[in-house]
Structure formats: C-alpha cells, structure tokens
C-alpha cells in the first residue's frame, strides 16, 4: 500500500525521469507536489523548475505505482536511422555512399 498518494501522472512523471534524465521546464503547479514528497529535487528559475531529478525516495514512490498501476507497455517499435536511398543502416552509406538519412520503424525483438 501507498504511504504517500502517487496518482497516474505523477507516476508517468516519476517514469520519465527514472532513467536518470533531467527535466527542464516543469511547471510550477505540478512540480511542487513533488518536491513537497521529496520525489524530485529542481532548481526554481521563474517562471519554472529547471533540472528536475528524481531522489531515492521517488524511485520508491516509483516502485510502489509500478506495483500499483503496472509496467508500462513496450512500444511496439523502435527507430532506426537508415540510409535515405538504398535503406542501409548507417547515416553514411557504404553501399551507395549516399550520405543522406531517414529514420525508420522497426519491430521490436523481445528476447525469450
């Protein structure tokens, strides 16, 4: 059970910066619940919250949602850079020497 109430958003939140990411811009409203928690630190630079982290406590609030709302669905694709014209997977193209790129969906490939 949640000792602290973790709703969807916040959880969402507290996902995006799991990975150690930084946000810039949070704004002041639902930035500041969180920092109230201790789930985030940030740097107040007005009109927003600059570089907001996640502490060890919001990675505990994070666990407790993941027990709660679930894990987050694998997207079902990833992107790719791939050559513009023959379609090889590099941004400079040995097989045609096309420098030119586009990004392309892949399926993703769970291992088993």
Same mark, same amino acid.
């Given at each position: 059970?949640?000792?602290?109430? #973790?709703t969807?958003?916040?959880?969402?939140?507290? #996902?995006?910066?799991?990975?150690? @990411? @930084?946000? #810039?811009?949070?704004?002041? *409203?639902?930035?500041?619940?969180?920092?109230?928690?201790?789930w985030?630190?940030?740097?107040?630079?007005?009109?927003?919250?600059?570089?907001? *982290?996640?502490?060890?406590? !919001?990675?505990?609030?994070?666990?407790? !949602?993941? %027990?709660?709302? !679930? #894990?987050?669905?694998?997207k079902? %694709?990833?992107? $790719?850079?791939?050559? $513009?014209?023959? !379609?090889? %997977?590099? *941004? $400079?193209?040995? $097989?045609?020497?096309?420098?030119?790129?586009?990004?392309?969906?892949?399926?993703?490939?769970? /291992? /088993?």
């Amino acid at each position: 059970m949640m000792t602290k109430i #973790l709703t969807e958003a916040r959880y969402h939140t507290l #996902l995006a910066l799991a990975s150690g @990411a @930084a946000g #810039l811009s949070f704004k002041k *409203r639902e930035t500041e619940v969180l920092l109230r928690r201790g789930w985030v630190t940030a740097e107040w630079k007005p009109p927003y919250y600059q570089w907001v *982290r996640i502490t060890p406590d !919001g990675l505990r609030a994070l666990a407790e !949602g993941v %027990e709660h709302y !679930g #894990l987050p669905d694998l997207k079902p %694709e990833r992107t $790719a850079l791939v050559c $513009a014209d023959c !379609g090889g %997977e590099q *941004r $400079a193209c040995a $097989a045609c020497g096309s420098r030119s790129y586009r990004y392309l969906a892949k399926p993703v490939e769970h /291992a /088993a």
